[in-house]
């Protein structure tokens, strides 16, 4: 947990000239709007690299993962019934926005499914999401296409809906998604919002140790907006050592 309090402040410090504070005067609810779009931008980051890229070690894939654990929603809490949305191609759908809390990325995911006297049989799904073009080739290539016997399939998201298929010989029922959700809004008390409710105290809540780097893209939006070039440089050298 990060508190408020420290990222305004420590905001105001980096962007401030020794011998001035030109660089202050900027509303509070751009600082939360900053902050809030940094933490978003921080996320996506660490995600990238869950995929352990070529030369990047499992240490640092570990590391990353952690980073984001208390973001992670399991399969258990991620469940969504599937209903049939196209009989030709025996595609299976789910509305992601059901999911509480709110889904924000695909993380891993797999289906109950029945075939005759077998049922709530476990079918695990191709974790790198399917791409829409490649449907033909999956469906009827022997060594992809979804089967109850090897407990495999594939799926895609798309329009806020994720879709999984058969090969019309089994029935999934529900769907159990490990996925990334939205962190918490981070905010200050102090203004009015667009929707015209007062703002209210609430801590960044992700881990401490992410400060420095949450600040650093932070601040490289603010520093542009006023355009202090020295600490326009300054964020851009820190986030390029983060990575």
């Given at each position: 947990?990060?508190?408020?309090?420290?990222?305004?402040y420590k905001i105001d410090?980096?962007?401030?000239?020794l011998s001035s504070n030109?660089?202050?005067?900027?509303?509070?609810?751009?600082?939360?709007?900053?902050?809030?779009?940094?933490?978003?931008?921080?996320?996506?980051?660490?995600?990238?690299?869950?995929?352990?890229?070529?030369?990047?070690?499992?240490?640092?894939?570990?590391?990353?993962?952690?980073?984001?654990?208390?973001?992670?929603?399991?399969?258990?809490?991620?469940?969504?019934?599937?209903?049939?949305?196209?009989?030709?191609?025996?595609?299976?759908?789910?509305?992601?926005?059901?999911?509480?809390?709110?889904?924000?990325?695909?993380?891993?995911?797999?289906?109950?499914?029945?075939?005759?006297?077998?049922?709530?049989?476990?079918?695990?799904?191709?974790?790198?999401?399917?791409?829409?073009?490649?449907?033909?080739?999956?469906?009827?290539?022997?060594?992809?296409?979804?089967?109850?016997?090897?407990?495999?399939?594939?799926?895609?998201?798309?329009?806020?809906?994720?879709?999984?298929?058969?090969?019309?010989?089994?029935?999934?029922?529900?769907?159990?998604?490990?996925?990334?959700?939205?962190?918490?809004?981070?905010?200050?008390?102090?203004?009015?919002?667009?929707?015209?409710?007062?703002?209210?105290?609430?801590?960044?809540?992700?881990?401490?140790?992410?400060?420095?780097?949450?600040?650093?893209?932070?601040?490289?939006?603010?520093?542009?907006?006023?355009?202090?070039?020295?600490?326009?440089?300054?964020?851009?050298?820190?986030?390029?050592?983060?990575?």
């Open positions: 947990m990060i508190p408020v309090d420290s990222l305004l410090q980096k962007l401030n000239k030109a660089h202050q005067q900027i509303p509070l609810e751009d600082k939360i709007l900053a902050l809030n779009e940094a933490q978003i931008k921080l996320i996506k980051q660490k995600v990238d690299g869950f995929s352990t890229p070529a030369g990047m070690g499992q240490d640092s894939f570990k590391k990353r993962y952690e980073d984001l654990q208390r973001l992670v929603v399991t399969y258990d809490d991620g469940k969504l019934d599937l209903k049939l949305a196209d009989p030709i191609l025996n595609r299976w759908a789910a509305d992601l926005n059901k999911l509480k809390p709110e889904y924000m990325l695909y993380e891993d995911s797999y289906v109950l499914a029945d075939k005759g006297p077998c049922k709530d049989r476990k079918i695990w799904i191709n974790k790198d999401l399917a791409r829409h073009g490649d449907l033909q080739f999956l469906v009827n290539n022997e060594h992809y296409r979804p089967s109850f016997e090897y407990q495999e399939t594939f799926n895609w998201i798309s329009s806020d809906e994720i879709s999984i298929f058969t090969d019309g010989t089994f029935t999934p029922s529900a769907i159990y998604i490990m996925y990334m959700r939205y962190p918490e809004y981070i905010d200050k008390e102090g203004y009015i919002k667009f929707d015209g409710t007062e703002s209210k105290n609430n801590n960044c809540e992700l881990e401490l140790y992410l400060e420095d780097e949450l600040l650093d893209l932070t601040v490289q939006t603010l520093a542009t907006y006023i355009e202090n070039q020295s600490a326009i440089q300054t964020s851009q050298m820190r986030i390029q050592t983060n990575e």
